[in-house]
């Protein structure tokens, strides 16, 4: 599998997009965001090297569907229990949506500790196995370390933020996959 130069156009205005998006986080190695841009990066890679789907798409689709409920799941637990209050997380390189003020361990986050990294996993591989290759196992395990590498700045982060209270809350759930990892 190659990446056809009928790719390069979608691959510069994607990469030129998800640049914009995290030109904050970018600014601020070790942060969440830094490397969350890398896995978005990944992702948008597979996605154009897989475009044209090779064989049986069973796991591939199942994958691709769902990666939408964690997401959907932890954006909405996140917007309802949060409470979000911009001026006591002065972290300019979070987005508004990520500065919650109180520690959300309901609903899917009672479950995982980081329900948006599950679905960019879930897309990453569900994007690998719609056209297996070397190349693409090679990305998909470098955006499987980058969505990892975010989770754990994650964790840095919210432990600075959130204390002894964060420390517990890791302790009674996983990290991706609830009763797993």
């Known amino acids: ?3 056809p130069i009928s790719n390069l156009p979608l691959l510069l205005t994607g990469t030129a997009g998800l640049l914009w998006l995290s030109r904050k986080p970018l600014r601020n190695p070790g942060s969440h965001g830094f490397y969350r841009f890398f896995a978005w990066e990944t992702i948008l890679a597979l996605t154009l ?6 064989g049986d798409q069973l ?13 959907v799941f932890g954006f909405i637990a996140l917007r309802r229990e949060g409470k979000r209050d911009p001026t006591q997380r002065d972290d300019g390189s979070l987005y508004s949506w990520e500065k919650t003020s109180e520690l959300v361990t309901q ?19 569900g994007m690998f196995f719609r056209a297996p290759s070397w190349p693409a196992f090679a990305l998909a395990l470098f955006g499987s370390a980058c ?3 975010t989770a754990l700045a994650d ?7 959130f204390g002894q209270a964060y420390i517990d809350y890791m302790q009674g759930t996983r990290r991706f996959i609830p009763w797993i990892f």
Not at 59 to 71: D, G, I, R
Not at 155 to 161: F, G, T
């Open 1 to 3: 599998m190659s990446l």
């Open 49 to 54: 090297l897989n475009r044209e789907p090779a």
């Open 59 to 71: 796991l591939s689709e199942t994958l691709l569907q769902l990666s939408l409920l964690p997401l």
């Open 107 to 125: 609903g899917i986050f009672g479950l995982i500790r980081h329900p948006m990294y599950s679905a960019l996993l879930a897309l990453d591989w």
């Open 147 to 149: 969505v990892l590498l």
């Open 155 to 161: 964790e840095r982060e919210c432990i600075a933020y």
